[in-house]
């Protein structure tokens, strides 16, 4: 009995105590998956230090039961604090921002920002692989885009929900060079799309195939689309959000602060609309010399590069975790001699900061923030290792010092990629669910006064 005490008492406690670890060194990164899950399961870590600490009552083990206490405690008192409430939708929007939205009842909005397991929603139809754009000859790379085709997949409200006319148009993360479309992404699709909005599941170009000029170029073609095809999805034109996350959430910031830039707007959509109506950023890098320095900071040796092999170990290692990843573009990125995160910062811009300052602000969402810039829902762990908290809070007072309404929703502890952990019960997850859902009801509503 002692020994079965001690073995979820200790679990649980060592699980726990990550929670307050924040990513500082090359090596300090193994910790960062681990902490993600572990947060995301906090619950069920809370839960298996209670067991421990039963099982050390009842075999007198003070040590098993100190110990369960630890596994316990932490993690609740994490939930607690990252799905306690906050007043940033009164600042934004105004006092009586509740009464401009659906009730919580018959909208299907999350009643609390931390609700356990997420709800069960009725089946929801979807589209796999949609053309959403067939790109110009000189920009057609057919091993890495299909012959030039650039595909999406749609998430329609069901059967019987009433359509609310928003399109949700997500952008996947990976550090602008890795991941796709439908990655662990769909509990937040499923919900979504049941309170009538429809989702976009967007996979535009990345490095090296194209810089972030060329992907952002593929958002605005996103929004393009889905403007052009608006009435056959029941969608309101002018009610159409970007969203995204880490690396996504940086592209939705930019597309939507730079929606008639030259530099920034491909020819084939110069003439389109490709304004919206809001923005949604999860932990998107809003200045992108900021993000460089912060890597220089904590990685130190990886800026540089990694001794040749040890970069197609860590390619081989990410398409393995992630699956499909733009296909035979892998295989070019697994050629690259060593992995540093200058090769990946270069891919991006064009060169080093040193070597290109003017790419790194042009590129970054903070330089184009200006009244006209959308409302805008920023969400960030306070632990966040790529993200330094700081960088979004600039962004933020950017924002109000323009007159954009602002939501800064900061998770204490938490980490980057909180939102992909485990999604359906994790609590900062859901959380950001409950700030995204309200949020998204406030633009569908103030597009409908507005028309």
């Known amino acids: ?24 060194s090359p090596a300090g990164i193994v910790l960062w998956i681990p902490k993600v899950l572990a947060q995301s399961a906090a619950p069920l870590v809370a839960l298996l230090g209670l067991v421990g600490v039963v099982l050390g009552v009842l075999s007198r083990a003070p040590l098993a039961v100190a110990a369960g206490l630890l596994g316990t405690l932490i993690p609740v008192l994490y939930v607690m604090r990252v799905s306690g409430s906050h007043d940033g939708f009164e600042r934004a929007f105004g006092a009586d921002w509740q009464q401009r939205i659906p009730p919580e009842p ?38 890495a885009n299909h012959g030039g085709e650039l595909l999406c997949d749609i998430w329609q409200p069901p059967e019987g929900t009433s359509p609310s006319g928003l399109a949700f148009v997500y952008l996947h993360g990976g550090s602008w060079h890795w991941m796709d479309k439908d990655f662990n992404t769909r509990p937040l699709f499923r919900h979504l799309a049941a309170q009538g909005h429809l989702v976009m599941d967007v996979a535009f170009r990345q490095c090296p195939e194209v810089d972030v000029r060329g992907m952002v170029g593929d958002v605005k073609r996103a929004v393009a689309w889905m403007k052009a ?20 959430g940086h592209l939705a910031l930019l ?33 992108l010399s900021a993000v460089y320095r912060n890597f220089a900071a904590v990685f130190g040796s990886l800026m540089t590069g990694l001794q040749p092999g040890e970069g197609n170990i860590l390619f081989k290692i990410t398409g393995a975790m992630t699956g499909r990843v733009a296909g035979d573009a892998l295989e070019q990125k697994q050629d690259q001699p060593s992995f540093s995160i200058d090769w990946m910062m270069s891919n991006m811009t064009g060169g080093t900061l040193e070597e290109v300052p003017e790419a790194y602000a042009l590129l970054s969402p903070i330089t184009h923030v200006s009244p006209a810039a959308p409302p805008t829902l920023l969400l960030q762990g306070q632990h966040d290792f ?66």
């Open 386 to 451: 790529a993200l330094p908290v700081r960088v979004t809070r600039a962004l933020h007072d950017r924002l109000l010092e323009a007159g954009v309404p602002c939501i800064l929703v900061e998770f204490p502890q938490t980490e980057h990629a909180f939102d992909v952990g485990l999604p359906w019960l994790a609590p900062s997850a859901q959380a950001a669910l409950h700030d995204v859902e309200r949020f998204l009801a406030l633009l569908a509503a103030s597009a409908e006064n507005a028309a």
């Open 106 to 143: 018959s909208s299907g909005m999350l009643r609390r920002r931390w609700v356990g397991l997420l709800p069960a929603h009725p089946e929801v139809p979807s589209q796999k692989d949609v053309v959403f754009w067939t790109l110009p000859a000189a920009e057609t790379d057919e091993v």
């Open 1 to 24: 009995m002692t020994v079965l005490a001690y073995m979820p008492a200790v679990l649980a406690a060592a699980v726990s105590i990550p929670f307050f670890y924040r990513v500082r």
């Open 255 to 287: 597309a939507a602060y730079t929606p008639d830039h030259a530099e920034l707007t491909p020819e084939d959509v110069a003439s389109a609309n490709t304004a919206v109506r809001g923005v949604v950023a999860y932990y998107g890098a809003a200045d």
């Open 229 to 248: 095809h608006a009435e056959s999805y029941g969608v309101d034109p002018q009610r159409v959000v970007l969203a995204g996350g880490s690396s996504g």
